[in-house]
């Protein structure tokens, strides 16, 4: 019978995975937050478009913090860098987990000249997040 008491446990704790919109790899950004990935495209200048690591994050080598909460609303904060190119070649974003509201620092050597470059929202909270990675 002491067995038994430990079942309903056991099923309750099974059923609870990660969040819907958690994510595990760079790939899954695109599916767990598209309107996030949108606004992130959306906000980079049309001449970096072809640089897929930057643009699709194709490649990237990252982490990423899905428990950020800023003002009580979610945020979620990557980092990332270019395939064989860490050193010279960054992403940084910051974005509330529904996409609406976020920054991004890029330093590159091909599309910044090695200089960092901001974009997005200009809250000096979000900028401070994004500015610590590099």
Same mark, same amino acid.
């Given at each position: ?25 760079i790939q899954d $950004?695109?599916?767990?937050?598209p309107t996030l ?25 990252? !982490?990423?913090?899905?428990g950020l909460m ?14 064989? !190119? ?34 997005? !929202?200009?809250?000096?909270? $979000? ?8």
């Open positions: 019978m002491k067995g038994l008491r430990s079942w309903p446990f056991a099923i309750a704790l099974a059923c609870c995975g990660t969040p819907a919109g958690a994510i595990d790899f $950004l695109a599916k767990g937050y990935f949108r606004n992130y495209q959306a906000m980079l200048p049309k001449e970096f478009a072809d640089a897929t690591w930057l643009y699709r994050l194709d490649g990237v080598t990252l !982490s990423i913090d899905e800023i003002g009580g609303v979610p945020f979620i904060r990557v980092y990332g860098c270019k395939p064989h !190119s860490c050193g010279d070649d960054q992403v940084s974003l910051i974005f509330s987990t529904d996409g609406k509201i976020g920054a991004i620092k890029v330093r590159s050597q091909e599309l910044t000249e090695g200089q960092p470059v901001f974009f997005g !929202s200009t809250d000096p909270a $979000l900028r401070r997040i994004v500015d610590r990675d590099f």
